[in-house]
């Protein structure tokens, strides 16, 4: 849902040197399905935050949050419950991701207009919020993201060059490193956006200029939000009457066992999977008759 700024604002006087390339950011933090000690496949997003920065000022200027309700996995376990803060009926009570995106949408536009439009860029806290999890969640489902989300800051990386040691720092770990205290719930991602935008704002007050460090497309960044489609479902790909992942390799087949309406249903995904580093690309299909693993 659109939200005006719920956290304090934080007004800074940047250093003439710190001009930066982008007028506004836009933080965002997923949170999603997860197991104590195990992967969950396919896993899914069900918190999608954003926090809106004013790269001038510094300046808080507004949130957004919507719970999303996961199709493959609709049970949350007791683990993630824990571990986010999110309840069952939350995410019961949330939209599907293509429906995520198009209020997110909705939001981006008009925060940009009150704030002057201009040009804007999405920051994360790593590469796993856009490089991995929406990316591999919107290949499986079959829907068409926004294109900013192809091309992002890594906070990590002027972290690293303002403070040393990002590489391998928590959020929480970072934040503490920039003399700051910690805001609000661990892995709550409204709380995260909040935390990572503070520790952005921070940044730029040592005058760094962020640039974009990770991208999937060679797609301009960010001027107007732009709407979005959702595509058909993504078929299966023959590979000799079996079933091809990404790679290019023959898919791997399983049967979901976790309790719920999918539960036996046999699905196909990454060939190069793997227990200790789990899948290679984000291929995830559910099976149909006529195709074998």
Same mark, same amino acid.
């Given at each position: 849902?659109?939200?005006?700024? *719920? ?8 250093? *003439? ?6 007028? +506004? ?10 197991? &104590? ?50 309840? *069952? ?18 939001? +981006? ?13 999405? /920051?994360?806290?790593?590469? =796993? ?8 969640? #919107? ?15 890594? +906070?990590? /990386? ?13 959020? @929480? ?6 003399? @700051? @205290? =910690? ?42 939000? *732009?709407?979005? &489609? ?8 023959? #590979?000799?009457?079996?079933? #091809? ?10 049967? +979901? ?12 995904? #990454? ?14 299909? =559910? ?7």
């Amino acid at each position: 849902m659109f939200a005006p700024a *719920q956290f304090p604002r934080a007004d800074l006087v940047l250093p *003439q040197r710190a001009a930066q390339e982008f007028d +506004l950011f836009v933080v965002i933090d997923f949170e999603a399905t997860c197991e &104590k000690g195990k992967r969950i496949y396919p896993q899914e997003i069900v918190e999608f935050p954003a926090v809106l920065v004013d790269a001038a000022t510094g300046r808080i200027e507004s949130s957004f949050r919507t719970y999303v309700r996961p199709r493959h996995h609709p049970r949350l376990t007791d683990f993630c419950q824990e571990l986010t803060g999110i309840s *069952q009926d939350d995410v019961d009570g949330g939209v599907g991701l293509a429906e995520a995106l198009v209020k997110h949408d909705e939001w +981006l536009r008009a925060a940009w207009a009150m704030n002057g439009g201009g040009r804007f860029a999405v /920051v994360t806290w790593g590469d =796993w919020d856009c490089g991995t999890m929406l990316e591999s969640e #919107c290949r499986f489902k079959g829907i068409t993201k926004p294109p900013y989300f192809d091309r992002w800051i890594n +906070l990590r /990386v002027p972290f690293e060059a303002a403070f040393g040691g990002g590489g391998r720092s928590t959020l @929480q770990e970072a934040v503490r490193a920039a003399g @700051q @205290q =910690w805001t609000g719930r661990l892995h709550c991602g409204l709380d995260d956006a909040y935390n990572t935008a503070l520790l952005l704002v921070e940044i730029m007050r040592r005058g760094a200029t962020l640039s974009i460090t990770g991208s999937l497309a060679a797609a301009p960044p960010g001027s107007a939000p *732009q709407k979005h &489609k959702e595509e058909p479902p993504r078929q299966l790909i023959p #590979c000799g009457g079996a079933v #091809c992942c990404y790679c290019g390799v023959l898919g791997r087949g399983g049967v +979901l066992t976790v309790p719920g309406p999918t539960q036996g249903r046999r699905f196909y995904c #990454c060939g190069n999977w793997t227990a200790a580093a789990g899948a290679a690309c984000p291929f995830f299909v =559910w099976a149909t008759l006529g195709c074998r693993a």
